[in-house]
């Protein structure tokens, strides 16, 4: 998702944050596509910010924009996106077993009472983007 060129469209989908600008130099290979989405995610005013997540143990933050993913509480929310995809796609593992057309999770929005989460996933990493429904 994040190399490909279908990646923006998927993930430009998703409101954009009025997060602080990225605190981490970007990875190797990264998209001009991926760059402008994750400049458009930075600028709007619902969303409190985005990480981008490595999908390899440890769980490793790769980029991110907005306070709330910064220092310690950045890591507990790396790990927690990371979790949730895992236990998801073992869950639909579960429910697809022995089937040859099973399922594969390409976007997940959990909704809270004072946020939304929204990620979503591929083979090297998971972007998850945090926002406020009430603005």
Do not use: C, W
């Not at 989405?37 to 991110?64: E, F, M, N, Q």
């Not at 927690?80 to 999770?105: K, P």
């Not at 976007?107 to 009472?113: E, M, V």
Request: hydrophobic share 35%; no cysteine; proline share 8%.
């Amino acid at each position: 998702m994040m190399d490909s060129p279908k990646a923006p469209a998927r993930t430009s989908s998703i409101p954009q944050p009025n997060g602080a600008p990225s605190t981490s130099t970007p990875p190797s290979g990264m998209s001009p596509e991926l760059e402008q989405t994750l400049a458009l995610l930075s600028s709007h005013r619902a969303v409190l910010g985005y990480i981008l997540i490595g999908r390899g143990h440890p769980v490793s933050i790769v980029r991110h924009a907005g306070v709330v993913f910064e220092g310690e509480q950045g890591k507990k929310y790396a790990g927690a996106i990371s979790r949730m995809v895992e236990s998801v796609q073992t869950g639909l593992e579960e429910v697809n077993a022995g089937d040859a057309d099973a399922d594969d999770l390409r976007f997940l929005r959990i909704r809270t009472k004072r946020h939304e989460i929204m990620i979503s996933p591929d083979d090297r990493y998971l972007l998850a983007v945090l926002h406020d429904p009430s603005t």
